[in-house]
T-cell receptor
Framework: DTAVSQTPKYLVTQMGNDKSIKCEQN?????MYWYKQDSKKFLKIMFS???????INETVPNRFSPKSPDKAHLNLHINSLELGDSAVYFC????????????FGAGTRLSVL | KQEVTQIPAALSVPEGENLVLNCSFT??????LQWFRQDPGKGLTSLLL?????REQTSGRLNASLDKSSGRSTLYIAASQPGDSATYLC???????????FGTGTRLKVLA
C-alpha cells in the first residue's frame, strides 16, 4: 500500500503541450505539497494545500495550476510546457500544518523536448 | 531570506565508520528542522525532525543535533553500513511560515 502515490512516473512530451501529474495520499493527512527538483538536485516548494485550501504559492509561472478536488488528492496541471520545466516533481503530504513531518511520493520525471 | 548549506557535498567512507553530516542555515528564527534521506530515483524519507526548542533527536543509529543560535545542525550516523548510501538533505522551516527550505544535500557512499 503506497502512502503517497503519483502518476505518471515518467512523462516525455514536446514543448508547448499541456500535461497533468496526479497525486493521491491514503494517510488521512490534511496537507499536501508539490516540490520541484532541478537537474542539480535542488528541491524547492511550489504549492501547498491544507484541506483543499491553497496556503503556499511560491513564485511559480501561472502556467502551473494545482487542483485539489478533496484533501486526499492534489494534481498539478502545466500548460504550454517549456524546456526549463524539465525536472522531477515530487508530491508530499503531512498530517497537518503544525505537525509537518513530510511523506513523499516517488516523483515524476518530466522531460520536455 | 533563509539559505541552507550542506557540507560536504559528497562523502565516501569505509563500512563501520562513524560520520557527521553538516547543515548550516542563515536565519536562526526557525520552527523546526528535518533531516531526509533520498535514494536514487526515489522520493525523500523523513529521518528525524527537531523542534526549535530541542537540542537533539535520536532514531536507532542516527542522532541529529540542533544549535539554533549558531545556525547549525549535524546528523551523526554511527557504525555506517552500505545500506546507508544515499543523499541526505536537511530542510529548515522558518518561524511564521509553513514551507521548508532545503539544503543541496550530501551524497554519502559507504564502501563494503
Amino acid at each position: 500500500d503506497t502512502a503517497v502515490s503519483q502518476t505518471p512516473k515518467y512523462l516525455v512530451t514536446q514543448m508547448g503541450n499541456d500535461k497533468s501529474i496526479k497525486c493521491e495520499q491514503n494517510l488521512g493527512h490534511d496537507t499536501m505539497y508539490w516540490y520541484k527538483q532541478d537537474s542539480k538536485k535542488f528541491l524547492k516548494i511550489m504549492f501547498s494545500y491544507n484541506n483543499k485550501e491553497l496556503i503556499i504559492n511560491e513564485t511559480v509561472p501561472n502556467r502551473f495550476s494545482p487542483k485539489s478536488p478533496d484533501k486526499a488528492h492534489l494534481n498539478l496541471h502545466i500548460n504550454s510546457l517549456e524546456l526549463g520545466d524539465s525536472a522531477v516533481y515530487f508530491c508530499a503530504s503531512s498530517p497537518h500544518l503544525r505537525e509537518n513531518i513530510q511523506y513523499f511520493g516517488a516523483g515524476t520525471r518530466l522531460s520536455v523536448l | 531570506k533563509q539559505e541552507v548549506t550542506q557540507i560536504p557535498a559528497a562523502l565516501s567512507v569505509p563500512e563501520g565508520e562513524n560520520l557527521v553530516l553538516n547543515c548550516s542555515f542563515t536565519d536562526s528564527a526557525i520552527y523546526n528542522l528535518q533531516w531526509f534521506r533520498q535514494d536514487p530515483g526515489k522520493g525523500l524519507t523523513s529521518l528525524l525532525l527537531i523542534q526549535s526548542s530541542q537540542r537533539e533527536q535520536t532514531s536507532g543509529r542516527l542522532n541529529a543535533s540542533l544549535d539554533k543560535s549558531s545556525g547549525r545542525s549535524t546528523l551523526y550516523i554511527a557504525a555506517s553500513q552500505p545500506g546507508d548510501s544515499a543523499t541526505y538533505l536537511c530542510a529548515v522551516r522558518g518561524s511564521g511560515t509553513y514551507k521548508y527550505i532545503f539544503g543541496t544535500g550530501t551524497r554519502l557512499k559507504v564502501l563494503a
